[in-house]
């Protein structure tokens, strides 16, 4: 089947088929195979991409950066601070400016539909560069490092431990139902995935011969499992009084020696990042010395084993960036 994606908006998974997730693979790896090879690839050149940031990014930043340039584009980023949008100027009035100016469009902050909004009234494609209920870009990078590691995705079985309702935890389920992989969450009930997104993803998951299992069992729920991921416990935009309640909850689900030692001999390790594993961070100190418990989501000995592959993880935001950019921006 010829998959054409030019023109294409990226706004979350669910509305991606299987192949055309496959297909923005494949074209990552040829991505990252010239970029290894340095290889020319400018194959946009003379578009320009604008990036609009609400919220704080290191990694999305710098691949959507990276990748435009590697293909020849221009960028501009708007920060958190700085431009009209939402304070002066609509969602809808901002979409139509840039569209006019701009190639692409990628957008991290806040509600979904805030991105759903931008696309609405957008010429070109828009980008979703995690809002809070969903993170698609992370999946591809996340999807590339477990078929790099195992040579197949199919039928492996992921499992994602913390707060389960987050837009990383809730992507995951997505995609992992999409693409036929068993996915399991360990978390307290309070913080299990919207139950609608749930029976979303068992019906496709269904069809794809996977499963989906929510458990606040973590060492029944890990059993089996080939990758073992998480993510921080409190996320961007959510207020900081919530840690108390969350170190409390998500404690028991921490990934430490003991949980990795009961999935599989050669699972390995992901997180999306940023990750406090240890007290190196501003905040990461703050709550050492209020909470005492120097580690949060994931122990230090976990996250620095040879089972972590969170830089690979990282590095591969890049690739699978790029082949986002280029899929959606390319001529038909
Ligand atoms: N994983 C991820 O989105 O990282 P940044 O917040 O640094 O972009
Ligand atoms: N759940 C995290 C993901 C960061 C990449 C957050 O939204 O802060």
């Not at 691949?63 to 980023?77: I, K, Q």
């Not at 995690?130 to 079985?157: C, I, S, Y």
């Not at 905040?283 to 830089?311: A, Q, R």
Request: aromatic share 8%; charged share 25%; with cysteine.
């Amino acid at each position: 089947m010829d998959i054409n994606l030019s023109g294409r908006d990226f706004l979350k998974l669910l509305d991606y088929s299987k192949e055309e997730i496959l297909y923005l693979l494949g074209l990552a790896k040829v991505l990252k195979e010239k970029k290894k090879n340095h290889e020319s690839h400018e194959y946009l050149k003379g578009k320009n991409v604008v990036l609009l940031f609400e919220k704080d990014s290191t990694r999305t930043r710098c691949a959507f950066e990276v990748g435009a340039m590697d293909l020849g584009m221009g960028v501009t980023y708007l920060g958190p601070t700085g431009s009209q949008m939402g304070k002066k100027e609509s969602i809808a009035d901002t979409a139509q400016v840039l569209s006019r100016m701009y190639d692409g469009i990628e957008y991290r902050g806040f509600e979904q539909t805030v991105v759903e909004e931008l696309a609405k009234n957008s010429s070109v494609p828009v980008w979703n560069g995690l809002t809070n209920e969903f993170h698609p870009t992370q999946m591809l990078a996340d999807m590339l490092t477990v078929e790099e590691n195992f040579g197949d995705l199919h039928g492996r079985k992921l499992v994602f431990l913390g707060d389960a309702r987050n837009n990383v935890a809730c992507s995951l389920m997505v995609v992992c139902a999409k693409l036929g992989i068993h996915f399991a969450c360990c978390a307290p009930k309070e913080l299990f995935p919207p139950e609608a997104l749930v029976e979303t993803c068992k019906e496709i998951a269904s069809k794809e011969g996977s499963t989906i299992v929510l458990t606040e069992n973590a060492l029944e729920g890990v059993a089996n499992a080939d990758v073992i991921y998480t993510d921080v416990w409190v996320s961007m935009g959510e207020d900081a009084s919530l840690w108390a309640k969350r170190i409390e909850l998500l404690k028991p689900y921490q990934v430490n020696k003991e949980i990795m030692s009961h999935a599989k001999e050669n699972a390995i390790f992901l997180h999306c990042l940023p990750s406090f594993h240890d007290t190196n961070t501003q905040i990461g100190k703050e709550i050492y010395e209020k909470f005492g418990i120097s580690e949060m989501e994931v122990t230090d000995e976990v996250f620095n084993s040879s089972s972590s592959k969170v830089m690979d993880q990282a590095e591969n935001r890049l690739h699978t960036i790029k082949a986002v950019m280029y899929a959606t921006l390319k001529d038909e």
